[in-house]
């Protein structure tokens, strides 16, 4: 019989981001972040003048992060230890949103954190993805772990028997993301992975629904 299976996010579920990305544009980009509400289009401002950075200039310096700056990142609390007791009792992979290029850089990251996962690379919405993946494993039921809302929209609507956490390991992001659950996308809001950790193995017990 085939294995439960989790499909799991790794920035900011696993390895904190944001505040890294942060630091490092405040303090050789000239580059200020600072989260306005839930409106991430103005989060980037230039320092020297104030202005908005453009969607393309964004995208830039995400890549260039990721290139140059994984070292900064580090496990969020209590993420290790639940990936790692998860995969005690089922198979766990990873489905980042990076471009191909970058999906061994993450797989050796995660690795260097005790992390020892298969690593899927995503561009946009992950329910295609997801989908894809299930069919590979055939699991015997799945689980999606993500901290963007819009990610569980598009697994509810494309694998709607997936159980589906949303989770935001990082509390300086956590006030400013829309809950997937209030809006109906997710099973569960948790934000710290001691509780979402009795959660999660309690699903793994549960039947497909």
């Known amino acids: 019989m085939s294995r439960p299976l989790i499909i799991c996010d790794c920035d900011e579920v696993i390895l904190h981001m944001v505040v890294p990305f942060k630091e490092w544009l405040e303090e050789s980009q000239g580059v200020r972040f600072q989260m306005k509400g839930n409106n991430f289009s103005n ?84 329910g295609p993805a997801l989908k894809s993946i299930i069919q590979e494993y055939s699991p015997s039921r799945a689980l999606f772990i993500d901290d963007l809302p819009q990610h569980h929209q598009s697994v509810a609507e494309l694998a709607p028997h997936t159980r589906r956490l949303h989770l935001c390991g990082e509390p300086w992001l956590a006030p400013h993301i829309d809950c997937a659950h209030e809006a109906g996308h997710a099973h569960a809001r948790i934000d710290h992975w001691h509780d979402a950790l009795p959660w999660l193995l309690d699903q793994l017990e549960k039947e497909a629904t």
């Open 43 to 126: 989060a980037l401002t230039w320092e020297s003048n104030g202005e908005a950075l453009g969607q393309e200039e964004v995208w830039k310096f995400l890549g260039k992060f990721f290139d140059t700056q994984m070292g900064r990142q580090n496990p969020i609390e209590g993420a290790v230890t639940g990936i790692n007791r998860l995969a005690d009792n089922a198979d766990v992979v990873i489905l980042t949103n990076l471009t191909d290029e970058r999906r061994d850089n993450r797989a050796r990251q995660l690795a260097d954190h005790g992390v020892h996962a298969r690593v899927f690379t995503n561009q946009g919405p992950k």
